[in-house]
T-cell receptor, first 113, second 113 residues
Framework: DQQVKQNSPSLSVQEGRISILNCDYT??????FLWYKKYPAEGPTFLIS?????DKNEDGRFTVFLNKSAKHLSLHIVPSQPGDSAVYFC????????????FGAGTRLAVHP | ETGVTQSPTHLIKTRGQQVTLRCSSQSGHNTVSWYQQALGQGPQFIFQYYREEENGRGNFPPRFSGLQFPNYSSELNVNALELDDSALYLC????????????FGPGTRLLVL
């Protein structure tokens, strides 16, 4: 039962353009959403997060949008840079007693010069 | 401030053996969560330790066990290894039972032959 889905396994974008990575979820109990970036041979690196009570959070070139009615999350990277090439994981948190993250399968972003 | 570290980086075992993986949490963090990432998938929650007690568990069999020490470092033990246990094992440290952002180590890649 995949509660967090990233339906695009890969995305290719030209340098300087916008990258949009999408994530869908099924569980209404998720209260917090995070995006992690992962380079080969490294652990996931925290990128940006959003609480379920908000619909947008921005940090520099990265913006996360949350549409609760559609149970949809997206990460926008503007402008995209070659160093952004990595696998991006969407994660959702269920709170209450302990807090575990449920991850999507990831989207591999390639930013070409 | 040191980040999350894990050892060893790589490990090869044979089916039926036992393995111990180690994680040092980030300074100031009292919570360690362990995840298993199979090839092509997102990380899956194994369990979480908070102040030396198991604080939550995912859908993994009892042969997956752990410990957390007074300095908040942690071990993941897997008994009776199976071929499907081959994966990247990630630990993440955070404060306050994971309510704060979870920061990941580089992982230990385990291969079971």
């Amino acid at each position: 039962d995949q509660q967090v889905k990233q339906n695009s396994p890969s995305l290719s974008v030209q340098e300087g353009r916008i990258s949009i990575l999408n994530c869908d979820y099924t569980n209404s109990m998720f209260d917090y959403f995070l995006w992690y970036k992962k380079y080969p041979a490294e652990g996931p690196t925290f990128l940006i997060s959003i609480s379920s009570i908000k619909d947008k959070n921005e940090d520099g070139r990265f913006t996360v949008f949350l549409n609760k009615s559609a149970k949809h999350l997206s990460l926008h990277i503007v402008p995209s840079q070659p160093g952004d090439s990595a696998v991006y994981f969407c994660a959702a948190r269920i709170s209450g007693g302990y807090n575990k993250l449920i991850f999507g399968a990831g989207t591999r972003l390639a930013v070409h010069p | 401030e040191t980040g999350v570290t894990q050892s060893p980086t790589h490990l090869i075992k044979t089916r039926g053996q036992q393995v111990t993986l180690r994680c040092s949490s980030q300074s100031g963090h009292n919570t360690v969560s362990w995840y298993q990432q199979a090839l092509g998938q997102g990380p899956q929650f194994i369990f979480q330790y908070y102040r030396e007690e198991e604080n939550g568990r995912g859908n993994f069999p009892p042969r997956f066990s752990g410990l957390q020490f007074p300095n908040y470092s942690s071990e993941l033990n897997v008994n009776a290894l199976e071929l499907d246990d081959s994966a990247l094992y990630l630990c993440a440290s955070s404060g306050d039972r994971g309510y704060e952002t979870q920061y990941f180590g580089p992982g230990t890649r385990l291969l079971v032959l």
